[in-house]
């Protein structure tokens, strides 16, 4: 009698197979959640370097900015709408001090509803400050 050659995998490998998918699993998404966050942070204050010249040219023309996504070049896309942002402008004529804030919607759990504001001091001089955002997400330039 010929003795017959094993096939395909035993039980026990199976098993040890899917407990280390398991594990790495259980690394890998919060991981990567957590990367898509701080990505859709960066995005949002992407959306926002163009309206900071736009900014200055209303204040440089002497009107007060009111800003929408149409004013940044962001043509076809509904005012006050982006894929990350809800704008809302805030200028005082007489200081010279404005904002542009982003708040964030259409993102990661960790991040969505927090701010990013763009602060203009009297010198024109721009700031980046977040609100209720983890460090760990803030994008780089932001305090």
Not at 33 to 59: C, G, H, I, N, R
Not at 71 to 94: K, M, V, W
């Amino acid at each position: 009698m010929k003795k017959q050659m094993q096939q395909g995998f035993t039980l026990i490998e199976l098993m040890i197979v899917v407990a280390i998918i398991g594990i790495l699993a259980a690394i890998a998404i919060p991981a990567y959640q957590d990367y898509v966050a701080k990505s859709q942070a960066s995005s949002a204050l992407a959306e926002l370097a163009p309206l900071k010249t736009q900014f200055e040219l209303m204040v440089n023309e002497g009107k007060t900015p009111s800003l929408t996504r149409t004013d940044a070049g962001f043509i076809g896309q509904e005012a006050g709408s982006g894929s990350y942002c809800d704008l809302t402008t805030t200028y005082t004529a007489a200081t010279g001090v404005g904002s542009i804030t982003c708040d964030i919607k259409n993102a990661n759990p960790a991040v969505l509803g927090n701010d990013l504001v763009m602060n203009r001091d009297a010198d024109g001089v721009w700031t980046c400050t977040t609100t209720g955002m983890d460090a760990k997400f803030k994008p780089g330039q932001c305090s």
